[in-house]
């Protein structure tokens, strides 16, 4: 197993992440205990030493059943991370009793890295807002101990990224963001890593397969790959284009089966990081994948001049955009109930102003009626 240095520690190059651990029957709320154990068994064996939960994750229970199974392993052999919940906004006020709850969940006496969770634009100006408190609580209980390494982990886009580092940056120790080589370009992804590295912060990788989408690729781009390196699987593509971008210390794969967790250990049993043209390879054909189910939105912005409902248009096709990539994932939701009703895509009258100026005519009024009818930001606003 690849080790990366990081204050004087030896983190394990991949992280198990434990938000898709194995279950039964398909209950998301009921793990599989049994199966969970012999895994984090075999991954502490192929020398994985990271372990990353989260206070809502499996319904509740996945920090309560990651506990006993990393219970019989000494607590000096693995680093244990856990989350602020913040992504629900009812618990902007609940510091102290969450966080001693997680320690009794976790069963220890601290936590090895801890982060604010999610910081995204649904909750961005709470995080910030002194009221709460939340940055000083955490900072205290990095003094006490109770907190080795303090970092945040984002979903928001760069603007928001960027606010988060402007506001708390100097305290925050490491950055988990969601990266992969489809989300290079289509989630900002190369400037979300420009930006930590000139902040000197190390990255963290959460959905390195992007829930699974790049698992597995059609023929004609796993020939492509296949002819470059022959040996390599196509999750191994996924994996060593993030060994290749500069930062990088731990890549978290969320492994549902024993099969998963021994393919992934073999791929970073070495470091070998993709050429030039390679990296060009793969991002050529993720942009290509993105052609597929994205509208061309270029944001020129000539179509925010001439809607009458004042909509900011280019933000709301990004998010239809992933949105429709994810397949009805959270990202779009959770971002837009931050949103007045009077700007959501529902706003729209469908007066087509907007698909006059829109150099790539775009179908924009489809589109927007479209998202509304599948968008359920209420469920966020009282998640």
Not at 197 to 204: A, G, L, Q
Not at 289 to 313: F, N, W
Request: aromatic share 10%; hydrophobic share 35%; net charge negative.
């Amino acid at each position: 197993m690849i080790a990366q240095d990081f204050k004087g520690l030896k983190l394990s190059a991949l992280g198990m992440g434990a938000m898709r651990l194995p279950v039964v029957d398909g209950n998301d709320g009921q793990i599989d205990e049994k199966m969970t154990r012999s895994m984090v068994r075999y991954a502490m064996e192929h020398g994985v030493n990271y372990y990353d939960t989260g206070w809502d994750y499996h319904g509740g229970h996945s920090e309560v059943v990651l506990a006993r199974c990393l219970k019989e392993f000494p607590r000096e052999s693995y680093y244990l991370a856990d989350k602020y919940p913040g992504y629900n906004l009812a618990n902007m006020d609940k510091t102290e009793e969450i966080f001693a709850a997680q320690l009794e969940r976790c069963q220890v006496d601290y936590f090895d890295f801890y982060l604010f969770h999610n910081v995204c634009e649904l909750n961005i100006e709470q995080y910030l807002d002194p009221k709460f408190g939340i940055l000083d609580f955490l900072l205290r209980k990095k003094a006490e101990g109770r907190i080795r390494h303090l970092g945040f982990s984002a979903h928001g886009r760069y603007d928001v990224l960027k606010r988060f580092l402007d506001a708390y940056g100097s305290e925050m120790e490491f950055c988990q963001i969601q990266l992969n080589y489809m989300d290079w370009h289509f989630q900002q992804g190369k400037e979300k890593v420009e930006l930590l590295n000139s902040r000197n912060i190390p990255i963290w990788v959460m959905e390195p397969l992007r829930g699974g989408t790049l698992a597995s690729l059609t023929p004609k781009n796993e020939t492509k790959l296949k002819a470059l390196r022959p040996d390599e699987t196509v999750p191994g593509w996924a994996f060593r284009y993030l060994q290749s971008i500069p930062g990088v210390k731990v890549v978290l794969s969320g492994m549902s089966n024993q099969k998963q967790l021994e393919e992934n250990i073999r791929t970073f049993e070495t470091a070998c990081p993709l050429s030039e043209k390679e990296c060009e390879t793969l991002v050529g054909i993720a942009d290509e994948m993105v052609k597929e189910i994205a509208l061309p939105c270029t944001a020129c912005r000539y179509c925010t001049s001439h809607c009458p409902q004042g909509l900011d248009i280019p933000t709301l096709l990004e998010f239809y955009n992933e949105d429709c990539s994810t397949k009805g994932g959270f990202i779009a939701p959770m971002a837009l109930s931050s949103f007045p009703d009077d700007k959501l895509p529902g706003a729209c009258i469908g007066c087509r102003s907007c698909e006059a100026v829109c150099p790539q005519q775009i179908k924009i009024s489809n589109a927007l009626h479209e998202f509304a009818g599948k968008l359920d930001v209420e469920a966020w606003r009282l998640h």
